[in-house]
């Protein structure tokens, strides 16, 4: 089964800035819409940001708005999360997900069939 291999979390100062990557374990997600949620211990898995197939269109959940940044190499079959300005309040682990053979943003879970095993980010002083 594909999987989505997420690399890149850790842990850092607030202000500190990380950058999330994730690749499919085989084949590709070119074709499908992405996305990076988050949860938090004891919260709902949210959503973070998504992109198109082609990446020309975007969602930012507001919290992370000029501070987050999604981006995809369809060649390099990546999809990038540049986390700056990082807060304690960004502290969760880090999932992408995909839709697959669907090409439109969507912010809810469910909708999302691929999943990564999470990525932890702690932003802490």
């Known amino acids: 089964q594909v999987q989505l291999l997420e690399s890149g979390g850790g842990s850092v100062q607030p202000g500190g800035s990380l950058r999330l990557s994730c690749e499919p374990s085989?084949?590709?997600?070119?074709?499908?819409?992405m996305g990076w949620f988050r949860q938090a211990p004891g919260k709902e898995r949210e959503i973070v940001a998504a992109i198109t197939w082609s990446g020309d269109e975007y969602f930012y959940a507001a919290f992370v708005k000029g501070r987050f940044t999604i981006s995809r190499d369809n060649g390099k079959n990546m999809l990038n999360l540049q986390m700056n300005s990082l807060k304690p309040e960004d502290t969760a682990v880090y999932y992408c997900?995909?839709?697959?053979?669907?090409?439109?943003?969507?912010?809810?879970?469910?909708?999302?069939?691929?999943w990564g095993q999470g990525t932890q980010v702690t932003v802490s002083s």
């Open positions: 997900a995909a839709r697959q053979s669907h090409q439109e943003i969507e912010v809810r879970t469910w909708a999302y069939d691929v």
């Open positions: 085989e084949g590709t997600f070119s074709t499908s819409a």
